[in-house]
């Protein structure tokens, strides 16, 4: 559901980009250090990690022509809780827009807020931990995952939809493209439900303080958790640069719903106009979507998870799997260590002045 700047007019892309760098900002500066204890971190990083190898996982949905992959939101929330997860997901989304030129630069907001905001910081506190609030077990665990990325992915094609509607996409009519948004991403949350469900069961059955831990926003302390990473590491390097070879060709929902909805805009001008001359087709011209690209363009190592200079070569997709995941863990594990740092001396600053 990675949206692309043609999706978006500058007003709306500049506008959501300044959202997601301010919810960023806030949730760095009101995180507790509890959040980011030396358990935690390695969690954090090797989390993050998988999310952006399964991201690149689509599955097909019969019947249909399109594919879905997961977004992670709830998986990761469920490991480390709502607010390491919204910043590992958000570095996961900045990787691959600008290493794998996989989303728009001017877009990058709106992904951060669709896939990031909404399933970490609104879903997860809302929904997932009070349907865990009478107690951990794989019952209310796997109905608390099915539901919250149900919901999740639901409120974030929802935004997609209005965020278009906001840009002045006249080619995308917002009836039309959210009855073919909402429904295909039902089908992905429930996908994405029950493979959270099953990543979340197995954590918690090997080390269910850790589900634990994140769901009350707690230290974890006291407990190896050697080999949930070991196992969690493995299933990435699998994931990454295995499974990713047999993803699905078929376009994911967002683009199968775009197909759509301009498929069906262009029969309506056929048949008022008595020609098919017409172009449905959202397209990013001007300067700054110009720039955007360029600037993507520069960045990008794997450009669509390929090699540059040999797109075809399927060798491509695993590099980018594994190079990926080692980006995301490593950007993940800096940014938790650098916060986990910042908090301690400030708490260690306070405490001085307290009792000098």
């Known amino acids: 559901m990675h949206m692309a700047d043609a999706l978006l007019s500058p007003a709306v892309g500049l506008t959501m980009n300044a959202v997601g760098v301010a919810a960023i900002g806030v949730t760095v500066a009101k995180v507790k250090k509890d959040e980011f204890s030396e358990k935690k971190i390695p969690i954090m990083g090797v989390a993050g990690a998988l999310v952006f190898a399964g991201q690149m996982i689509n599955f097909t949905i019969p019947g249909t022509g399109s594919s879905g992959h997961i977004g992670g939101g709830i998986m990761l929330a469920g490991l480390i809780g709502g607010v390491p997860a919204f910043l590992s997901i958000s570095a996961v989304l900045i990787i691959q827009c600008l290493f794998f030129a996989d989303g728009g630069l001017l877009a990058l907001g709106c992904n951060i807020f669709n896939i990031g905001v909404i399933p970490c910081l609104i879903v997860y506190p809302l929904l997932f931990r009070p349907l865990l609030k009478g107690g951990t077990d794989y019952k209310r665990l796997s109905i608390a995952s099915v539901a919250s990325a149900v919901i999740g992915l639901e409120l974030g094609a929802f935004c ?4 278009t509607l906001l840009s002045g996409i006249t080619e995308l009519p917002f009836g039309t493209f959210i009855t073919l948004m909402l429904p295909i991403h039902l089908v992905i949350g429930l996908v994405e439900g029950m493979v959270t469900a099953a990543v979340l069961c197995f ?6 303080e850790i589900i ?12 190896s958790t050697k080999n949930v990473l070991i196992t969690l590491v493995a299933i990435t390097i699998v994931v990454g640069g295995v499974f990713s070879l047999f993803a699905s060709a078929d376009p994911d929902g967002l683009e199968w ?14 048949q008022q106009d008595g020609d098919g001359d017409g172009d449905a087709d959202a397209d990013a ?9 360029d600037a993507r363009e520069n960045t990008a190592i794997l ?3 390929a090699f540059a200079s040999d797109p075809e070569n399927k060798a491509g997709t695993s590099v980018s799997g594994i190079v990926g995941a080692v980006i995301t863990f490593a950007l993940a594990g800096v940014t938790g260590i650098i916060i986990s740092k910042v908090k301690k001396h400030r708490d260690t600053q306070v405490n001085a002045n307290t009792h000098p």
């Not at 954590?203 to 269910?208: E, N």
């Not at 719903?257 to 056929?270: D, P, R």
């Open 203 to 208: 954590v918690y059955r090997m080390r269910p």
């Open 212 to 223: 634990d831990s994140s769901r009350a926003g707690e230290r974890l302390s006291g407990v």
């Open 303 to 305: 450009p669509d998870y």
């Open 285 to 293: 011209d001007g300067e700054i979507f110009n720039g955007a690209e």
């Open 257 to 270: 719903a775009i197909g759509k909805t301009t498929e069906q805009v262009l029969s309506a001008k056929t």
């Open 160 to 163: 997609v939809v209005l965020q």
